[in-house]
């Protein structure tokens, strides 16, 4: 708000799924607060699991994705969390994220389809947050 009372909006159309996203980071910022840093990522996931089913948000977790190649089954992908058939969310411990990881988190996007990723780092300071997109979508 301004001084004069007025309330602004920041809003911007360019990007994905802008609602669901921060109902996701209202989340996981929750658990970090109520948690804090030095979990196994496994703690942070049923914790996770809690907020979204209290917060009403859809979610898949542990999430198969079978691999395929010229209709032959050759492996399979779990994702963390598939947010309302929309959304990947990821969730790791530590504040470094690889290009391996984000490697990964693409080609989950591509194999699905979706438009969108979020990596989600607990740190011993907060939650760092990654948007990853699959430009081949846009």
Excluded: W
Excluded at 54 to 64: D, L, T
Aim: hydrophobic share 35%.
């Amino acid at each position: 708000m301004d001084q004069g009372g007025k309330q602004y909006t920041l809003r911007r159309n360019d990007l994905i799924y802008p609602e669901l996203s921060f109902k996701i980071s209202g989340v996981l910022f929750n658990v970090f607060k109520q948690l804090g840093g030095g979990h196994e990522e496994k703690y942070y996931e049923k914790a996770v699991s809690i907020g979204f089913t209290k917060g009403q948000i859809k979610f898949n977790r542990q999430y198969y994705v079978p691999l395929t190649y010229e209709g032959e089954h050759i492996g399979k992908y779990y994702l963390d969390f598939l947010v309302e058939g929309k959304i990947i969310l990821e969730l790791k411990r530590g504040k470094y994220l690889n290009a391996r990881l984000i490697d990964q988190v693409t080609k989950y996007l591509e194999t699905l389809k979706l438009q969108l990723a979020i990596i989600a780092c607990f740190t011993s300071n907060g939650v760092i947050i990654k948007r990853i997109i699959n430009h081949n979508m846009l």
